[in-house]
């Protein structure tokens, strides 16, 4: 588990967070001939409205977006993270390296990994949990970048989540985000498609 400089925890949650936790490793170390699959997560909330949204998207191009309500941003971070995670059994990846700009997520997840006394109904908890299981029996590192630092693909992710949240935030109701999903597909697809660009990734959305 990689550190910075220690600074005072944060108590959130139940837990002592601490932003000096930079990745963490879950599930087994397997065979590091295999290449992981890279994903970078991330979470928006606007704290105004209360609207959030969480999305994460895979190198391969991969990725998926959704509704994060009544939480904040952690939680929102913490929501990417686990739905990143769990994709794993679909793509079939082994090995996986999980991109996050949200240090405060990674302490959550570190903390629960190591049997911290916490309220098991608190939603972080059980978000951390959900990441816990999901990486059994696979080899996966929840790694920190720096967020709006150039980084393609939390960059992505970063847009993805944006776009979902300030189309929730804007559609009142089902029937306002029904009729603007065909332009919210659109512009996803769009944020996806401009890895294309200069990585070459392979893009399924």
């Not at 925890?9 to 295999?34: C, F, Q, W």
């Not at 959030?52 to 959704?66: F, K, L, N, Q, V």
């Not at 049997?115 to 929840?142: C, F, H, M, Q, Y």
């Not at 985000?177 to 659109?186: E, N």
Request: with cysteine.
């Amino acid at each position: 588990m990689k550190k910075t400089k220690t600074v005072p925890a944060k108590r959130k949650y139940g837990m002592p967070l601490h932003t000096h936790v930079l990745n963490i490793h879950l599930g087994a170390e397997l065979d590091d001939t295999v290449a992981p699959l890279t994903i970078a997560a991330d979470g928006s909330f606007d704290h105004r409205t209360g609207h959030g949204a969480y999305a994460w998207i895979s190198e391969r191009g991969r990725y998926r977006t959704g509704e994060v309500r009544n939480g904040d941003s952690v939680i929102a971070e913490l929501t990417a993270l686990a739905e990143a995670v769990e994709y794993l059994s679909a793509a079939r990846a082994e090995r996986a390296v999980i991109l996050t700009d949200c240090r405060l997520a990674i302490s959550a997840i570190a903390q629960v990994a190591g049997g911290a006394k916490a309220p098991k109904r608190n939603r972080a908890v059980r978000l951390a949990t959900r990441v816990i299981t999901a990486s059994a029996g696979r080899d996966v590192e929840i790694r920190w970048v720096r967020g709006h630092a150039d980084h393609q693909l939390n960059n992505a992710a970063d847009r993805l989540a944006n776009v979902e949240m300030c189309a929730r935030r804007n559609a009142v109701d089902y029937d306002g985000v029904r009729k603007i999903r065909p332009q919210l597909q659109r512009y996803r697809d769009l944020i996806a498609k401009s890895l294309h660009t200069d990585l070459g990734y392979e893009l399924v959305a």
